[in-house]
């Protein structure tokens, strides 16, 4: 079997999705006048149409072998604030960052982890769900392949 | 006089138009019998078209029912379907080493016969024998305009999803569109392809390849880079389904076996159950090296090689 690995990127953000991976980069039509920005998300399940930018509806999915990604930009201003400012890459994870407490909605069994850091100037969430808290040292270990394929760039406007 | 000239030049030029009309009709049989050959039927009250010899199950490469198109030398040699929307996402859906098996669905802005597929894929999702996900691919922006595509696709994140990427047409050396490509997750190998003139012509070709079992999912279990099994394999030793004692693999919800699977698989239980083994027994999983015995005891035997 031969499978090639391709990086994907879009609005200075690229990630080169591991075998079994899926991953998307999007930023939602603003309304209203307000600003939105680039998310990436990447999961070892298909990514459902409509999911929320925290994975609303992909992380009920979420099998015992399943994990989920998200970088989830918050703009220039936020880079230079005390909670962005105290990480300057894309973090890796360990396992005992994973917390049931952790997840933006309780499910039973999941836990998740939430890191803000800053890169290129630009300030990012990563957020992360994984499908039990009794894998979390294997499943630790493809967050962080998958993260350390991505790549941040500088210069990117806001969507109006 | 000139009455007869005139008569004698009308019947030259109706002679002379019949000619021409003889060979349009002629010019047109031929295209007509050429696209019927190739399973699209444009008569307005067909009552559907044919699908071609290429039907949707697998074929090895180089016998008699070898694909009529360029060589797939390697069914395994898969890629992700890696691009970008019509909305300008970057997007790479996963077809190897997944649970999920794929229904690529080529298609162009300008075919006619395409037309039909995006009209049926744009209201909502359709049925897919077997569960597959069907994503629609297309050239990539520099081939489309993605506002057509968009138009075409309907609105952003709807049922069906659509990847526009050149690359994934020339890898999987698409012939002409429309063309479907059935991928197998589990095996991570294309296991059928062809292409048919409507929606139901592909769904009925789709469903008699997972009835055949031809679709080969359920065959593997995906293994991830890190080396971890996916479905298939119970991650704990305690976390036992209910239902049947023996499956050959992972077959999604819905998924429909094929009748010598399930005839195997009803033997094996019966012969399982004649030994006091029935569903949910721990000694069917992984880390309960017991002997098959009606009699074991719990702990007798804690490895059997």
């Known amino acids: 079997m031969t499978t090639t690995r391709a990086q994907i990127a879009a609005m200075g953000l690229a990630v080169t999705p591991p075998a079994g991976w899926e991953a998307a980069i999007y930023r939602r039509r603003a309304e209203g006048g307000a600003l939105t920005y680039p998310v990436l998300h990447a999961a070892t399940i298909a990514l459902p149409p409509g999911r929320g930018d925290y994975g609303s509806g992909l992380v009920e999915l979420l099998g015992p072998n399943d994990l989920f990604v998200a970088l989830l930009e918050f ?3 936020a880079a230079g604030s005390p909670l962005f400012a105290g990480l300057t890459a894309v973090p890796g994870l360990t396992p005992d960052a994973y917390r049931p407490q952790q997840l933006q909605r309780t499910i039973q069994g999941q836990a998740g982890v939430q890191r803000f850091f800053t890169s290129a100037g630009r300030s990012f969430c990563l957020y992360s769900v994984i499908g ?7 499943l630790t270990a493809r967050a962080n392949q998958i993260l350390g394929s991505v790549r941040v760039t500088a210069g990117v406007e806001a969507g109006t | 006089m000139p009455v007869t000239a005139l008569i004698v030049g009308l019947t030259a030029a109706v002679a002379l138009l019949g000619v021409l009309v003889a060979g349009l009709l002629r010019s047109n049989a031929e295209v007509i019998r050429a696209l019927h050959q190739m399973g699209v039927n444009l008569g307005p009250d067909a009552p559907g078209s044919r699908p071609t010899a290429v039907a949707l199950a697998g074929r090895p490469t180089g016998g008699p029912d070898a694909r009529p198109t360029p060589g797939r030398p390697d069914a395994g040699d898969v890629i992700d379907l890696a691009g970008v929307t019509p909305q300008g996402d970057a997007v790479s859906l996963a077809v190897s080493g997944v649970r999920h098996d794929t229904l690529a669905g080529f298609l162009t802005s300008g075919c006619q016969t395409c037309r039909g597929f995006w009209d049926a894929f744009r209201d909502g999702p359709p049925d897919v024998p077997g569960g597959a996900r069907l994503v629609v691919v297309t050239r990539g922006p520099e081939a489309e305009s993605p506002g057509t595509i968009a138009a075409l696709g309907g609105p952003a994140g709807g049922a069906v999803p659509v990847v526009m990427s ?23 190998r294309v296991v059928g392809e062809g292409v048919a003139a409507g929606w139901q012509e592909v769904r009925d070709l789709v469903a008699d390849a997972v009835a055949d079992g031809t679709t080969g999912a359920g065959q593997e279990d995906p293994v991830d880079d890190a080396g971890t099994a996916g479905a298939g394999t119970p ?6 389904p209910p239902g ?3 499956s050959a693999g992972p077959v999604p919800p819905g998924r429909r076996r094929s009748r010598a699977d399930r005839a195997r698989d009803t033997a094996v239980d019966l012969a399982l159950q004649e030994v006091g083994i029935g569903p949910g027994d721990p000694r069917l999983h992984h880390g309960a090296r017991q002997p098959l015995k009606p009699d074991a005891g719990a702990g007798a035997g804690a490895d059997d090689r």
């Not at chain 2, 050149?166 to 991570?188: L, N, R, T």
């Not at chain 2, 991650?235 to 036992?240: D, F, L, Q, W």
């Open chain 1, 75 to 77: 703009g220039a201003v």
């Open chain 2, 244 to 246: 049947p004692v023996v």
């Open chain 1, 132 to 138: 039990t808290l009794t894998n979390r040292v294997a």
């Open chain 2, 166 to 188: 050149s690359e994934a047409w020339e890898h999987y050396d698409i012939p002409y569109a429309p063309y479907f490509i059935y991928i197998s997750g589990a095996a991570s």
């Open chain 2, 235 to 240: 991650a704990t030793a305690g976390a036992v």
